[in-house]
């Protein structure tokens, strides 16, 4: 094919691409939101302060205080940005991965990563004020419960400014009328530290098991290879990047319990967590996040596959950037 053909190709395929990614985040968001949840809440608890023992702990006093909707405090912020979120990081891999492949030769692991650093560093736009409203909705509930406490004397603002919990739209109007843009984008260099590492150990990692299920360079490999490949990879890339997820968490948790600590930045957040509660806690709901993110893009590589966004614009399914 020509170059003319491929560009013509390249801008056809990625509204397609922008369907895939975002329909992909809304169903993986959907089934696995409550264990975000205990994510958000397990990292936030310090030592001696713990409410929750586990993830099964935390779902279940969660249902027990707060109904069956309160595992989903924060979705509708999660559902809403999703949609772009994860299509601007499944698109921009495609696009960086097209771009380092000019030359046709195939990419290198180098390059490969490349593209997923690229793609990570897209992302943070929509993902740091996503994260930042979602944390306080999440986080919400522990402090509640931790005022329950007999041990724990203050009473705790919730999130900004308010008894109660607000709704997002209210907290993203006072973040900007406090402290303008920079408040919904707090915890932006932590974001980056998580996402870019993210997204170059997932997407090479991705790309060389799907491979492994493809019957011959030619053909796409089956769908469940590439729900396997995306669990697989994404679990790895988790955990490799939990300690930094746990540092964000931290630096944009704007209301605290009894006794929490505040953060200037993150390598205040680092020394103080080493001092105060030991190298574990950056391990903090690092199975959690696993389960969250394996499926999350587990789903987001079938969609790809199946080619969804290509059969609502009634595209025929290219698989230009796959090299």
């Known amino acids: 094919m020509n170059r003319s053909f ?43 302060q713990q409410v929750y023992k586990s993830m099964v702990d935390c779902l279940i006093k969660t249902v027990r205080s707060e109904g069956y ?16 979120e994860k299509a601007i ?44 409203l979602k944390i306080q909705l999440q986080d919400a509930g522990r402090l509640a419960a931790q005022q329950r406490k007999p041990a724990v004397m203050p009473t705790v603002k919730l999130v900004v400014g308010s008894a109660a919990v607000p709704s997002p ?13 920079q408040g919904l984008y707090r915890g932006l260099g932590a974001t980056l530290l998580r996402d870019v590492p993210f997204s170059v150990v997932y997407f090479p ?18 769908f469940h290879w590439s729900f396997f490949s995306g669990c697989a990879a994404g679990c790895t890339a988790a955990v490799a990047v939990n300690p930094c997820d746990v540092v964000k968490t931290r630096l944009q948790s704007l209301s605290k319990g009894a006794n929490e600590e505040s953060y200037s930045g993150v390598v205040d957040c680092i020394s103080k967590i080493l001092r105060k509660e030991g190298p574990s806690a950056f391990l903090k709901g690092a199975s959690c996040r696993a389960l969250v993110i394996a499926p999350l893009f587990g789903i987001a590589q079938v969609m790809y596959v199946l080619g969804v966004g290509e059969f609502v614009l009634g595209y025929t399914p290219v698989s230009l950037f796959s090299a």
């Open 89 to 132: 990081k499944l698109a921009a891999n495609d696009f960086f991965r097209y771009h380092l492949n000019k030359d046709g030769r195939g990419l290198t692991v180098f390059k490969e990563m490349l593209a997923g650093c690229g793609a990570g560093m897209c992302q943070v736009i929509i993902t740091t004020p996503m994260e930042m």
């Open 169 to 181: 739209t209210k907290i993203a109007r006072e973040l900007l009328h406090t402290q303008g843009i």
């Open 69 to 84: 909707f309160g595992m989903y405090r924060g979705a509708a912020v999660n559902l809403t940005l999703v949609t772009p």
């Open 6 to 48: 491929h560009v013509t190709l390249l801008f056809r395929s990625l509204p397609a691409k922008l369907i895939n990614g975002g329909f992909a985040g809304i169903v993986g968001v959907t089934c696995v939101f409550p264990i975000d949840l205990a994510k958000t809440r397990l990292q936030n608890q310090r030592r001696g």
């Open 205 to 222: 990692l991705f790309a060389h098991l799907n491979r492994l299920g493809q019957p011959n360079p030619s053909e796409a490999a089956p």
